[in-house]
Every structure is written in C-alpha cells, then in structure tokens.
C-alpha cells in the first residue's frame, strides 16, 4: 500500500504487549496424558475384573503378563511426554520427539480446530439465507400466479420453461465428447445425462431471473442479519480515525502474492470515504506454504516499535522476493531504522507471540487463507475477488446502516 507518511505512518508507541502462553494453552488444547500411577490403577483394576470372572488358568496368567506389562509402561511413561512410543535395536523414540518433529502440522491441526465454530455459524447462515429467499420466492410466485388467474404451475410454464432454450445436437455433441470418459453407459444413455443436467441449470437460471424481476416489482428487501465477527482492533497497526463508521480488517501474509495486491483496493476505498473508514492490519502468516511470512510478520511489528510499521509493510509487499533474515535487515537499513535495535527484536523473536495471537483470533474467525478482509466484522464472502468494488459495496451498505452515508 503506497501511502504517504503523514497519513499512514503508524504511532511509534506500537509495543507488542500481548502476554501469550503458547498456541495450546490458548486454545485449551493440551496432549491428554495420564500419570503412571493412574494408568496402573486403571489398567489393574480393570483386568483384575475380568481375572474374577474367569476360570481358564491360561488366561488367568495371560493377563496377569499383561498387567505386569502394563505397570512396566506406566512407569515410562511421564506428563512430560517422556512415553516411549518407538523403539528398536540401538534406538527409541519418546512422545515428545514425535510431537516436536510434527510441530508444524499439529499447530495447523490446533487451527483447524478454532475455525470449525466459525465455519459452522457461516454455512448456518448461508442455510438460512436459502431457505429465506425459496420461501419469498415461491410468495412471490403465488401473488403474481393470483394477480394473473392463473396457477403457479402455469405461471412457471410461461415465464420459466417457455424461456428455456433445448440443448441443439451440436452442443450435446461437444458436451458428450468432453465427458464421455467421466459418464458410463452408452452414447443415448450418457447424451440423456447431459440434456436432463443442462436442462435443469438452464430452468434454474431461468426461474431465478424470473423471481429477480417479482422482486423488483413486489419490492422485496431481505434483511437477514448478517454474520459478524469480535476482531479485535486496539494495539494493532491502523490508519484512519478511531472513531470511523466503518472498521476494515484485513489479515495478510508478507509472502502472498495475492496479499501484494489488496492495500491499492484498500487504499481507494480509504480515499473515496475519507473520515469515514478505518483500516486495521492483522497478521496471518500461511507458514505452511511461506516460509519466510512468519519472520516477515515480526518484522513489520519490529519496525511498528520505531514508528515505521506501514513503511516496511509497503516495502515488504513491493519486495516478497527477499524476506529472509538477511533480506529483511537489509530493508530496516533502507528505511533508516535503528538496525541494533532492529536486529535484536528480529533475532529474539520478541514479536512472535504477537503474531501467533493474530493467527489464533484469525482462525477464530475462521480465516484458512489470505488475504482475508472484515467490514464491521463482516467477512468479505470466500467467493468475492478481492476488489475495490467488492469492498465499496459492504463499506456502502455499512454506511447506510450507520446513517452516515
């Protein structure tokens, strides 16, 4: 985002102040262990049972080995993930070597597990949209099917079927040559597949027009609340009066591609509603796929404690193909930052915490990639292109809500 300094320059009294125990303890989301001292009453209790009601001695001492083994693993086992869950000749692997060599992909599991309420609160939403919208569609048919004496069968006749244009021998000989190899049966039988499918999507696009126009004419507004996220906005990174109608959020990834074109939408939008948008950046480091967002990410917060956040976030963005270590001391030299004071921050990852926090209040608002926008909390739907438009849209209808348009 090329902005100017005087605008967009972050306060320099930006700290990382986040007390953070760590991706588990904040999720609740600590390995289940048992000590060895319950694992062998447990284990002992319940085969001791078993033992009573049998008479076999084989299985008797059977299980009896098998307590005993029991008590043996208990006892090396550990809360601190001492277990060892491997071994062989001359080798043995504790728990804890397991868990730290799957690091990366257990804590994108953990994430995983934060979006799910977020995703679920979204599809409910989107059912009941649905379900709102079928319902005043088929009011609408039978208002207009009464105003005409006819029946609602006979109004989709003449407004929805009679517009459906047949599939013509040629496009049904194209579409059989594109998927002859992913339909079975013969020609007739895979030709049937294709008329009756594109019969249907033509009727569906028909009727839904055909409803479109009924709403427009019945003055129809749908007024479903939308889904809204608590993202917190304090002691991050903005630009724009504290006090502005409308709050943008937009989590971001220093080594995305697509995160590199987004601040030019968003500054147009802040322009065109000057006084009236507030733009606050979060951090989302897809380290899975981007190696280097993750240090990027602390980087920009190391430079947001000198004052210079938007400075390096632009500098970032406009150079992704150099955000190693080295790479990003070279621009903090660039930017007339304090490099001591720089390089100490970066290499003592005092800012990783901070970055770790934004990843868990982004999972939790179900974000999974970037960039990711928020308008009042509303989350810009997954299938909009990320556009000035698309964003002038919701800021618009944010606007109107708050009667400051």
């Not at 319940?46 to 009601?53: G, N, P, Q, R």
């Not at 090396?76 to 080798?91: H, K, N």
């Not at 990027?296 to 917060?301: C, D, K, Q, S, V």
């Not at 955000?323 to 070279?330: C, F, P, S, Y």
């Amino acid at each position: 985002m090329h902005l100017q300094s005087a605008k967009t320059q972050y306060p320099g009294n930006f700290r990382s102040s986040h007390r953070f125990s760590g991706l588990q303890s904040r999720a609740g989301l600590q390995p289940f262990r048992l000590s060895p001292e319950k694992k062998f009453r447990l284990a002992g209790s319940a085969f001791y049972c078993i033992i009573y009601e049998m008479n076999s001695r084989l299985i008797r001492l059977a299980l009896s080995a098998l307590i005993t083994t029991l008590f043996i693993t208990g006892l090396l086992a550990g809360d601190d993930g001492t277990q060892i869950v491997a071994r062989g000749m001359g080798f043995s692997l504790q728990q804890a070597e397991v868990e730290k060599a799957a690091e990366s992909k257990l804590k994108h599991l953990e994430l995983e597990k934060l979006r799910a309420p977020a995703r679920i609160r979204k599809q409910r939403h989107l059912i009941l949209a649905e379900a709102m919208q079928e319902l005043a569609a088929e009011k609408m048919l039978s208002l207009e099917a009464a105003a005409r004496g006819i029946t609602v069968a006979e109004l989709i006749e003449q407004e929805v079927s009679a517009e459906v244009k047949p599939l013509s021998r040629e496009e049904l000989g194209k579409l059989y040559e594109i998927n002859r190899t992913r339909l079975q049966g013969t020609r007739e039988e895979v030709e049937k597949q294709i008329t009756d499918f594109v019969t249907r999507q033509r009727m569906e696009s028909s009727r839904k027009g055909f409803v479109e126009e009924l709403a427009m004419k019945y003055g129809v507004k749908y007024d479903l609340p939308p889904v809204r996220f608590d993202i917190e906005t304090a002691g991050h990174p903005s630009f724009g009066p504290d006090d502005a109608p409308v709050t943008i959020i937009e989590f971001s990834d220093f080594e995305c591609p697509h995160c590199a074109k987004a601040p030019a939408e968003l500054h147009k939008v802040y322009e065109e509603f000057a006084g009236k948008v507030r733009i606050v950046f979060r951090q989302y480091p897809l380290w899975m796929i981007h190696p280097h967002a993750h240090k990027a990410a602390e980087a920009a917060l190391c430079a947001a404690k000198q004052g210079k956040f938007w400075e390096m976030h632009n500098l970032l963005f406009s150079g992704q193909d150099g955000l190693d270590n080295a790479g990003l001391k070279e621009k903090a030299s660039t930017l007339g930052l304090d490099r001591d004071e720089f390089d100490k921050c970066l290499d003592s990852g005092s800012c990783r915490d901070a970055v770790e926090l934004d990843l868990i209040q982004g999972s939790e608002a179900g974000i999974s990639s970037t960039p990711s926008i928020f308008i009042n909390g509303r989350p810009l739907p997954a299938e909009s292109r990320i556009s000035y438009q698309t964003i002038r849209n919701l800021v618009i209808e944010e606007l109107e809500k708050a009667g400051s348009r």
